[in-house]
């Protein structure tokens, strides 16, 4: 089959794009408002796109709070979502009233950050501290505004919790990441291969 997507003519019950374009690795982003408060939610258009220097970026469709902490604050911290908190990174997705924080919601304890004033998640085995460089507002080849906003920053802290460690390399399996798939779908890295890149 094909189709164009901007018609959305694939003739399917649900939009397959996001199963398309998958497993998105999850980044579940910790910020502070302006009154202090924390915030955590996670973020499947996300991803690292430099590492000279490091920058990652979260995409958000609207000003939500991540996006408005961001921006506001200057900093934020992205997470690895693990199997074991799978549960948890969902109840995060909540839509939480600014009072109610997402760790409370979710029962998760949060640990303090090194460069950066957003707290981490104590649990998660990789944390990136953030400092916001760029708010790019998406569009589309027309030229038309996205609904989407990109948040881009650069990494200048990083946590890595020491059982993951094995031999001075990561151990990502350990650590047993999930991301996103399409629909209701998750996928976790319990097993990993190597190749050579060709000389
Ligand atoms: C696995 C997962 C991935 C998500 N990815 C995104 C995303 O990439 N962009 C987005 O705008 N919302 C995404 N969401 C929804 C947000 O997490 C949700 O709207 C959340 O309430 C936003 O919180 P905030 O307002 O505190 O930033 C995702 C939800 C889940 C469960």
Known sequence: MHYDPRQNDHGLPRDPFKALVAPRPIGWISTLDTAGRANLAPYSYFNAVSDRPYLVMFSSFGRKDSWANAEETGEFV??????ALREAMNATSASAPPEVSEFDLAG?????????RPPRVAASPVALECVTTKILPLQDAAGEAARYTMILGEVVHI??????????FVDLARAEPIARCGYMDYAHVDGLFSMERPK
């Open 159 to 168: 946590h890595i919790d020491d059982a993951i460690i094995r031999d001075g």
């Open 108 to 116: 998760l304890e949060m640990a303090p950050s090194v460069a950066v």
């Open 78 to 83: 992205c997470n690895l979502a693990t199997y």
